[in-house]
């Protein structure tokens, strides 16, 4: 059976729970929250709470205490990567004594936007589609993975976020690889090339003339 969470909202699947002649208690297994429901006197059942409508209904919206580190917890804002307090983050490195927002470059817009329709509507593949192509069309794949990853903190929607950082890597090597790693040699270190090439030639040959003169020296049957 299913119930809406009265803490965080999030539409639950109920699998534990205790009965008496008051009513019912069950864990939130969203937020952990223990919550009970009273029962109406001659009634069989306890009384449910009303369920929020869907956005639609396959739809199911992301509670916000996803994104919000438990104690003991933080949460990069820069990579989205969860981890025990620590000087660091143990993905990308960033300095949380030293972080600035300011030093990040801001949310693209468009997005963004997209981002929030998602969360209301987590199994919308169209929205999906349109926040990856959103975020390809302007260069900011590190800010769908930084969502992704944070997305991956919640049990029900883990799956499909991990899904989507997969599809983010491979997006993200599609454009390396279209690129030039190394940049073209430029006149000057052509010249610089051929002055190196020059130099090794020259090394070898004054090494093969100077075996050649020891070795006419050495061997008894060279001597004159």
Known sequence: MKVQCPKCKDIVEMRYFVT?????RFPCPACGESNFL??????????????????SPAGRAVPASVFEPAEGEVICPKCGHT??????????GLMFARYD??????????????????????????LHDQFLDSCTRSNRLDYASRQYR??????????????????????????????????????????WGVIIMWTVIALLVAGAIGYIAYSFHTW?????
Do not use: Y
């Open 20 to 24: 008496s002649d008051e009513g019912l």
């Open 83 to 92: 981890q025990f307090l620590d000087e660091a983050c143990h993905r990308c």
């Open 101 to 126: 927002a300011d030093n990040l470059p801001p949310d693209p817009e468009l997005a963004a936007a997209v981002w929030q329709s998602i969360l209301a509507n987590p199994d919308d593949e169209t």
């Open 150 to 191: 944070m997305l991956t903190r919640s049990e029900a929607h883990r799956q499909k976020a991990q899904l989507r950082l997969d599809r983010i890597f491979n997006l993200a090597q599609a454009q390396i690889g279209g690129r030039t790693l190394v940049p073209p040699m430029q006149g000057g270190s052509s010249r």
């Open 38 to 55: 009273s029962s109406l006197a001659g009634d069989e059942s306890p009384t449910m709470p009303a369920l929020d409508k869907p956005t």
């Open 220 to 224: 008894p049957g060279l001597r004159l």
